[in-house]
């Protein structure tokens, strides 16, 4: 396992004259669960967007293992993130012409899998997310949990060694939230780092290490114990923190 991951040093970020990022420091650690939790408006999404290196930063640092994000070209980047990086967002943006089943696929021809591999791993994922009722259907005649879990098996196609998921229960009621984030935990457990965005606590719980985010500056850091269930001493500790922050 390398030192350096993820890392983001003094990232500063402004929209015209507007900062939204005040100087943040990040260490995304290889194999863990990082949850980053805010109130809306906090920075969250800018800062995800930043660390994958779909934008960039005003000042400041950005590095993937030996890659300086921050300073890549496009071409590069569109690489890594092909490659290395998976993407699940609250909005789950399927292409709408094409089936459950090819849009998992069309992301792994993307990453350059060959068609033989990406049937493969379909058929695989289709299975390992329940989505074989509605394989052949295209997202606008699928449930909104049953797009979710087509939007994370898109994501996790090509193996990414890192998923980014922003808000990724933000539009699905209970039951299907649980169904992703059980999900986005198996993966983690599978060995996949996972980042994720979001202002639910639910989802927060899913983390072993919650990092509060407050008007665009890191204020909190939680370690939690690995998720395993429900488990009501954690979600304690959780609380305790988040009131503490004034949550
Ligand atoms: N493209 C943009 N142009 C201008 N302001 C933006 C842009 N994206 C985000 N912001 C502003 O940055 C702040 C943080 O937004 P965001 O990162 O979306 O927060 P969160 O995801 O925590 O809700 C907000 O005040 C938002 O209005
Ligand atoms: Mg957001």
Partial sequence: MSSRF????????????TEVLHGINVDIKEGAFTVVMGSSGSGKSTLLYL?????????GEIFYQE????GAAEKELTHLRASQFGFVFQ???LIGNLTVSENIKMAGLIGGLSEKECELRTAELIQKMSLEKVEAHLPSEVSGGEAQRTAV???VINRPALIFADEPTGALNRANSTEV???????NKNGQTVLLV?????SALRG????????????GELSLSDYDGRDAEREEKLTGWLEGLGW
């Fill in 153 to 155: 098996a898109r994501a």
């Fill in 181 to 187: 984030l059980n999900l986005l935990t198996m993966l």
């Fill in 91 to 93: 909005r789950t943006h």
């Fill in 6 to 17: 993820l890392c983001g040093k003094n990232i500063i970020k402004k929209f015209g004259d």
């Fill in 51 to 59: 660390l994958s290196g779909m934008d960039k930063p005003s000042s």
């Fill in 67 to 70: 890659t300086k994000i921050s």
């Fill in 198 to 202: 979001t202002h639910d606590r639910e």
């Fill in 208 to 219: 072993n290490r919650i990092l509060y985010l407050d008007d665009g500056r890191m204020t």
